[in-house]
């Protein structure tokens, strides 16, 4: 079965640094994109960029280039999304999803969120 | 930057069909893809590549884009669709650049 399994959720302050990770097991990691996906409270879904664990080829959309970190560990399957200084306005789910490998133009399968919670 | 814009409310009764657009230039030129989203809860893929469907999902769900609109259609509405939807194009292939639209929420009354 092919799954994305994330890590739990955070409370952070702001101005702190936070990696989450995304676990990848059932098919071949390396071969298909990864794609992070934010989704403020009660707002819709934004695609913030993606990474190709093959060779580590990273796009980042515009409105989070510079923001946050994308990198991947091929040995473990896992894919991490980082910040070094959060904002509370970076409060939000953040999915990863794998792309389908044809196209890289959907999104098959995707992980149960990690809620990230930033509060003074 | 290219924008998809969805109606924010569908209301359906059990049984009948539900329609949901999705507007954007030339969108009939971009392969659609849509999800399902149910509160708390990840979304999922429920039609792809326009109107093909992954394996487990009802052929209740389809689509098709044409112009400037993108359209999911539910048949015989159930209880349980009632969620969040949201469409999805590949904006840029060179720049692995992608749009999702605005969300449209359905009720089934």
């Known amino acids: 079965e092919v799954q994305l399994v994330q890590s739990g959720a955070e409370v952070k302050k702001p101005g702190e640094s936070l990696k989450i990770s995304c676990k990848a097991s059932g098919y071949s990691f390396t071969s298909h994109w990864i794609g992070w996906v934010r989704q403020m409270p009660g707002k819709g879904l934004e695609w913030m960029g993606s990474i190709y664990p093959g060779d580590s080829d990273t796009r980042y959309s515009p409105s989070f280039q510079g923001q946050v970190t994308f990198s991947t560990d091929k040995s473990i399957s896992t894919a991490y999304l980082q910040w070094s200084s959060l904002k509370a306005s970076d409060t939000a789910i953040y999915y990863c999803?794998?792309?389908?490998?044809?196209?890289?133009?959907?999104?098959?399968?995707w992980g149960k969120g990690t809620t990230v919670t930033v509060s003074s | 930057s290219y924008v998809l814009t969805q109606p924010p409310s569908v209301s359906v009764a059990p049984g009948q069909t539900a329609r949901i657009t999705c507007g954007g230039d030339n969108i009939g030129r971009k392969a659609v893809h849509w999800y399902q989203q149910k509160p708390g809860q990840a979304p999922v893929l429920v039609v792809y590549d326009d109107s093909d469907r992954p394996s487990g999902i009802p052929e209740r769900f389809s689509g098709s884009n044409s112009g400037n609109t993108a359209t999911l259609t539910i048949s015989r509405v159930e209880a349980g669709d009632e969620a969040d939807y949201y469409c999805?194009?590949?904006?840029?292939?060179?720049?692995?650049?992608?749009?999702f639209g605005t969300g449209t929420k359905v009720s089934v009354l």
């Open positions: 999805q194009v590949l904006n840029s292939t060179s720049d692995h650049r992608y749009v």
């Open positions: 999803a794998k792309f389908d490998y044809l196209h890289a133009s959907y999104m098959d399968v």
